[in-house]
């Protein structure tokens, strides 16, 4: 299966070890932030879809920043093959604590779950080169298989975990997600003698204490706030952290930038370079602030303003099935962009040569600025489906399934050659660091996609909970009178009161429904609009690539 038998054993154990994680990471991403916006009654949390989005775009950016610590770990303290386990092992603990129907356990478990993919993301892929000491093709194609195998589990993990968290109980799927990474574990440690000493210190690299005592103070120091968090000492307001957090981050990107330009002593081409690095970081993270829509605000068009009933398959599905699936889980969209990368990134890779061989292969700035195009595109088209949404029609899913088919050709322009351009235009002695930028605007572009979703749907509030909230008050207010105020003798004064509150009651209802379909029609309007500024926005940054593209080609035209 892809090609694995004729590389060495250790890719297959890494392999399955990455396509289940993915599974874990991918599964439990499609329903947060169904979860978190879900009604309390419905097992969900209730938040609005603001504070939802932020702490989605929180623990997403939190996942990729984890990845710095982790890599630090691995390679001051225990290596790189035990820290893909313990990482595992955090991820499993982090995913059965979501199981938990527990609110003040679950930022918990996500804590864990970052804290474990920040272990074991970086370091397995560490592995895959090290199997490959010569490098090389065959070592470009051992990568190749590898990035199928995450994108198999990315494609399967929201189907099973997306069905059993929407459609039987939204702590199975997280369970089940759990599960998953059990699984990969299992094999991992297994077949792990496939690995010879991969991943392993030397006997001889034993870790410095001065680095044991500065892991043991943070994750002292971590403990400290989690338990006050937990305690209600510290309130933490998830909208005005990750706005803060996407300050700092900016912040530490800029004060990198600025030491690398002026203290790190550069030659004046190495400086270039670093500038070029510098652009291609504001693109990759405006890129993944649209891209990563795909798990929040797009999520939440699938679930509330597409069409999922599959009735039009009674005659090909059987009746039970479709009693189980219909409608669908809107997390199974989550599942086109890793199907479709498995359909199309083959086809991508072998057009780059085959352009080269008629000198048309663009430069790699002009690939960020297709992708760019490629995501503004894709919301164009679903900015013009929301325009549909009223408050009796909903959407065909075409529209989000075209969406995420140039979005994921978009992906296949920008995703491949920017950690490889990164790595090549990097000075030597600045390389782990730049590693880090790059990741750091993973980040940053998944906190803003985060505080972005916010705003899809905001818009005038909904008159209907206001309404049954007023009517039961009403209730109250008639029963606590019947007991204290009206005696036996004023039942007339009571009666009077009754048909006051029943008048107002139907005013309510007769006000009511215009102002529910005002604002479900303006909600798609809005949702448009959204869409809308992130394709000029994309647009924008796209075209600034398009002019700079004739000093960038002069700064790059040698690693090309």
């Known amino acids: 299966m892809f090609g694995l038998n004729s590389h060495p054993k250790g890719l297959r154990t890494l392999f399955f070890t990455e396509m289940w994680e993915r599974f874990s990471y991918y599964g439990m991403r499609g329903i947060l932030i169904l979860f978190l916006t879900s009604l309390v009654q419905k097992g969900g949390l209730g938040m609005d879809d603001k504070t939802a989005a932020a702490v989605y775009g929180l623990y997403t950016a939190s996942v990729y920043l984890a990845s710095l610590p982790g890599g630090w770990v691995a390679d001051r303290l225990i290596g790189a093959r035990n820290a893909v386990f313990v990482g595992g092992l955090l991820i499993v603990a982090g995913q059965f604590t979501l199981a938990v129907p527990c609110v003040h356990t679950f930022f918990l478990g996500l804590l864990l779950i970052i804290m474990g993919t920040g272990l074991l993301k970086p370091n397995i892929s560490v592995m895959v080169g090290q199997l490959y000491p010569n490098g090389g093709v065959k070592q470009d194609s051992g990568f190749t298989i590898f990035y199928m195998g ?79 968090c937990m305690l209600g000492m510290i309130s933490l307001d998830p909208v005005k952290l990750a706005e803060k957090a996407a300050i700092v981050i900016v912040g530490l990107a800029l004060v990198f930038f600025i030491n690398a330009f002026f203290f790190a002593k550069l030659t004046t081409n190495e400086k270039k370079r670093v500038g070029v690095i510098a652009l291609l970081f504001i693109a990759s993270a405006m890129f993944f602030s649209g891209f990563e829509q795909a798990g929040s605000s797009m999520n939440i068009f699938a679930e509330r303003y597409t069409v999922r009933d599959i009735s039009f398959l009674g005659g090909i599905l059987p009746a039970p099935w479709l009693d189980q699936f219909n409608p669908v889980p809107a997390s199974w969209f989550q599942s086109l962009n890793p199907v479709f990368i498995i359909i199309l990134a083959p086809m991508v890779a072998s057009m780059w040569p085959m352009l080269a061989k008629h000198h048309c292969n663009p430069p790699l700035i002009i690939k960020f600025a297709l992708g760019l195009i490629m995501l503004g595109l894709g919301f164009l088209i679903l900015a013009a489906g929301a325009r549909i949404v009223s408050d009796d029609t909903q959407v065909w899913p075409t529209w989000l399934i075209i969406t995420y088919l140039v979005h994921t050709l978009g992906e296949l322009c920008l995703s491949p050659v920017g950690l490889s351009t990164v790595s090549k235009l990097s000075p030597k002695r600045l390389v782990g660091q730049m590693m880090g930028i790059w990741f750091l605007a993973s980040s940053l572009g998944n906190l803003i996609a985060g505080l972005v979703a916010g705003h899809i749907s905001e818009g005038p509030e909904e008159k209907a909970p206001v309404a049954i909230i007023e009517s039961s008050n009403q209730d109250e207010r008639l029963a606590a009178m019947d007991a204290t105020q009206i005696s036996q003798n004023n039942f007339a004064e009571k009666q009077n009161l009754k048909d006051l509150l029943d008048q107002e009651r139907e005013m309510n209802q007769i006000i009511q429904a215009p102002m529910q379909i005002r604002s479900e029609d303006s909600q798609g309007i809005l949702m448009s609009r959204q869409f809308m500024r992130i394709f000029w926005f994309a647009m924008g940054v796209a075209g600034l690539l398009f002019i700079l593209s004739k000093p960038v080609r002069s700064v790059t035209r040698e690693i090309e």
Not at 157 to 177: I, M, Q, S
């Open 150 to 228: 995450i994108n198999v589990g990315s494609a399967i993990g929201p189907l099973l975990v997306g069905y059993l968290g929407e459609k039987v109980n939204w702590h199975l799927g997280f369970a089940a997600a759990g599960l998953g990474m059990v699984l990969g574990l299992m094999q991992f440690k297994l077949t792990g003698h496939y690995l010879g000493n991969i991943g392993l210190r030397g006997p001889d690299e034993k870790p410095a204490q001065r680095s044991w005592n500065i892991l043991y103070a943070c994750l002292a120091s971590l403990a400290i706030l989690v338990g006050l």
